[in-house]
C-alpha cells in the first residue's frame, strides 16, 4: 500500500552521546547498556594469533565490518580463508 500525502513518515530514534558522537549506543541481553565501542578481532585458529581488529561503534553487528575484513587479510598479506 501506498503512503497517503498527509501521512508522517516513520520515525527511528537515534541516540547521540552528548561527549563522545562516535561512540554507539549498544542494547544487548547480558551486556551494559550504553554508549561503547567494539573492536572486531579476526584469529588464526591454527595458531591462535589474532589476525585482524577493527574497531567500530557499538551499535555495528559483527556482520557488518566482517567480509570486508577477511578482504583485506587476503588482499595485504595473501591469506587464503580455510573456514569462517
Known amino acids: ?3 497517503d ?3 508522517e513518515p ?3 530514534e537515534i541516540k547521540i552521546s552528548p561527549v563522545d558522537p562516535d561512540a554507539g549506543y549498544m542494547v544487548r541481553d ?3 547498556t550504553g554508549f561503547f ?3 572486531h578481532r579476526t584469529v588464526d585458529g591454527v595458531h591462535s ?6 574497531v567500530t561503534p557499538a551499535n555495528v553487528h559483527d556482520s557488518g565490518p566482517y567480509l570486508d575484513r577477511l578482504d583485506r ?6 591469506f587464503e580463508i580455510g573456514a569462517v
Not at 49 to 54: A, C, F, R, V
Request: no cysteine; aromatic share 8%.
Open 37 to 39: 565501542y567494539l573492536d
Open 1 to 3: 500500500s501506498h503512503q
Open 49 to 54: 594469533l589474532i589476525t585482524d581488529t577493527h
Open 30 to 32: 547480558g551486556k551494559p
Open 73 to 78: 587479510m587476503r588482499t595485504r598479506f595473501g
Open 5 to 7: 500525502d498527509d501521512e
Open 10 to 12: 516513520p520515525t527511528k
